[in-house]
């Protein structure tokens, strides 16, 4: 069976729009789109047309040629959030009467399809639940998904540019089609269906994860690569990732995923979030219901998703290393300086004793030899 599935679309998606990389957002120990491959294999496709806008290079790295996942991978470039639903059309135009057909998106994740044809519907489209803070159409209770299976006789595919296009020529495709609730469905397309799947997954990472090491409590994944200061708290269920670093006094958890090559300096909180890998988190920053890229934060407020400009206090690490190195080498400098300063005290206060024991023990040999001794008289 072949699928067609759209990499990341969030034109007009408010503070999401920014990071053409959320697919590769961790879900709990793994990025999103791993679990869109393995629901793809589950699902017994063989064949992958990747649709990718712009600036999407490192989902495509990430993906490959599928043999990662025994399946192969065909990519297709767009230049505009139009063309993907243009090339998206022009593939479902090709196919063959009776062809199985899986369409679905990266940054939304149906878990459970079921079989294409045989006697079933035509089409079946699955709804999810729909984000009553910062989801688009949260007047409704459920919108598509961007995911569906197709069969049957294969029809004319008029112009398409968006998604809503999209969803009405699928339900106008005949009387044999069928609106599923995915009640499954894990939804990246909001902020706040983003935090509802990782607390979900985080919840779900009671086993053992390959390769963690440690005596964590309940819940707590640590790679064996990442470091945690002894003063560090974790608090699970949380994740933190290969090389990730959590400094002294750091507090993380609960439902917290931390991505690969991340710094949590000193003094750091960060509570139902996740970090992107190769991100920065400076000294006592409090992250709370966000999403954190790099040097961008998103954070879940009562009106939506709102992008936060954070400056030096969150950022690449790669922007970051060096005035994170010179702060260091501050703290060290200083730290140097205290105890060098300490130590000349230390000194002086022993040489001071010192002199003062030896003065007494003198003054008491002089005085003795004062006394006057008796002398002969005639």
């Known amino acids: 069976m072949r699928a067609v599935v759209i990499t990341s679309d969030h034109s007009g998606s408010g503070a999401l729009g920014a990071l053409s990389d959320l697919p590769l957002a961790l879900l709990a120990d793994r990025p ?11 699902s017994r496709v063989t064949v992958v047309d990747w649709v990718s806008p712009p600036n999407c290079e490192a989902a495509l790295d990430f993906l490959g040629d599928g043999t990662r996942w025994g399946v192969r991978f065909r990519h297709h470039a767009a230049t505009s959030a139009a063309h993907v639903y243009q090339i998206v059309g022009r593939l479902l135009a090709g196919r063959a009467d009776g062809e199985a057909l899986v369409l679905g998106r990266g940054d939304c994740l149906v878990t459970v399809l079921a079989p294409a044809g045989a006697g079933g519907p035509a089409t079946v489209l699955y709804d999810a639940e729909s984000d009553p803070i910062d989801g688009p159409g949260s007047d409704q209770s459920r919108r598509w998904s961007g995911w569906a299976t197709v069969s049957g006789r294969a029809e004319r595919i008029p112009a398409i540019s968006d998604e809503r296009q999209l969803e009405s020529h699928l339900v106008g495709e005949g009387d044999r089609t069928q609106r599923v609730a995915a009640l499954d469905a894990l939804d990246f397309r909001t902020l706040g269906g983003y935090l509802a799947a990782n607390r979900a997954a985080l ?21 064996p690569s990442a470091r945690v200061h002894p003063l560090a708290t974790l608090i ?22 931390v991505g690969a090559d991340c710094i949590i300096d000193r003094g750091v909180v960060i509570t139902d979030t996740a970090v992107l890998p190769g991100t920065y988190v400076g000294e006592d920053v409090r ?8 040097g961008r934060v998103i954070t879940l407020g009562k009106e939506g998703a709102v992008l936060v400009t954070t400056g030096v206090a969150v ?4 922007d970051h290393l060096p005035a994170r190195l010179t702060a260091i080498a501050a703290r060290s400098r200083d730290r140097i300086a205290t105890w060098g300063a300490r130590a000349v005290e230390t000194v002086r206060a022993l040489r001071r004793s010192i002199r003062d024991g030896l ?3 003198n003054t008491g040999g002089r005085e003795a030899d004062a006394v006057p001794l008796p002398t002969a008289t005639d």
Do not use: K, M, Y
């Open 203 to 223: 919840g779900d990472l009671a086993p053992p994860i390959p390769g963690c090491v440690g005596n964590w409590p309940p819940g707590v994944r640590v790679a």
């Open 359 to 361: 003065g007494g023990a």
């Open 315 to 318: 950022a690449s690490l790669t």
């Open 287 to 294: 992250l709370d219901c966000a999403l954190v890229a790099q």
């Open 32 to 42: 999103f789109l791993d679990h869109v491959c393995e629901t793809l294999v589950r």
């Open 236 to 257: 699970g269920p949380v994740f933190i990732g290969a090389g990730s670093e959590i400094a002294a006094r750091a507090t993380i958890g609960p439902n917290v995923a």
